[in-house]
């Protein structure tokens, strides 16, 4: 069926360092792709958002990317500071299809070192 | 603007109660999802509503059932607790069904 892989599922950098995190699709019709931040004990929070129509984006310390031929999106974080410290999700989804198709990654632990 | 608000923070039940549990979308958001959410795991889909129906469930068994009224709040029932329903319940809400989805802060649902 379809999924999304996300990987690694922990990350540690020390602080100021850039953190990369990888996603892997299997839909083909994926359209959509944001990126969630889930600080403990709180909600996920849409951080950046990218649709197949582009291959970067960029927010400042933030940017993803996107290979629509292979199949994968990547969060990259420059400079990361303690506060960037959570989980991330990754998520590949179809707007437009009229049904769900949100599929959500396992997520990532990032934890940066002061 | 006011986000996603979810009613109760916390609730405690014993197995074989019932539960349930509430969402305000954002102001204009007509669509709602829930999830469930494991203690240290990802983000499972529950059920959407849009316009006041029912659209999607996910894997789940019938005693997880839910509904949407007419201010588009929405309400997720779970029959028949079992311990392992414990978990964190997000509900989010988009604007449409083709929308960026925004999430509450959740009910941490506790069955002893």
């Known amino acids: 069926g379809e999924n999304v892989e996300q990987h690694p599922s922990t990350l540690s950098v020390q602080e100021g360092d850039s953190a990369v995190i990888k996603c892997t699709y299997s839909?083909?019709?994926?359209?959509?792709f944001p990126w969630y931040k889930q600080e403990l004990g709180k909600r996920p929070q849409l951080i950046i958002d990218?649709?197949?129509?582009?291959g970067e984006k960029k927010d400042q310390r933030i940017a993803v990317t996107l290979n629509k031929t292979a199949k994968h999106f990547s969060l990259h974080i420059t400079e990361t500071q303690p506060e960037d410290s959570a989980v991330y999700f990754c998520a590949a989804s179809i707007m437009g299809s009229g049904t769900y198709k949100y599929i959500f990654g396992t997520g990532t632990r990032l934890k940066v070192l002061a | 603007e006011a986000g996603v608000t979810q009613s109760p923070t916390h609730l405690i039940k014993t197995r074989g109660q019932q539960a349930t549990l509430r969402c305000s979308p954002i102001s204009g958001h007509t669509s709602v999802y829930w999830y469930q959410q494991a203690l240290g795991l990802g983000l499972q889909f529950l059920l959407w509503y849009d316009e006041g129906e029912e659209r999607n469930r996910g894997n789940f068994p019938p005693r997880f059932s839910g509904r949407q009224f007419p201010n588009y709040s929405s309400e997720l029932n779970v029959n028949a607790l079992e311990l392992e329903d414990s978990a964190l319940y997000l509900c989010?809400?988009?604007?449409?069904?083709?929308?960026?989805?925004?999430f509450g802060n959740g009910t941490r649902l506790t069955v002893t």
């Open positions: 989010a809400s988009s604007r449409t069904s083709d929308s960026p989805l925004h």
């Open positions: 839909d083909s019709a994926s359209n959509y």
């Open positions: 990218i649709r197949s129509n582009v």
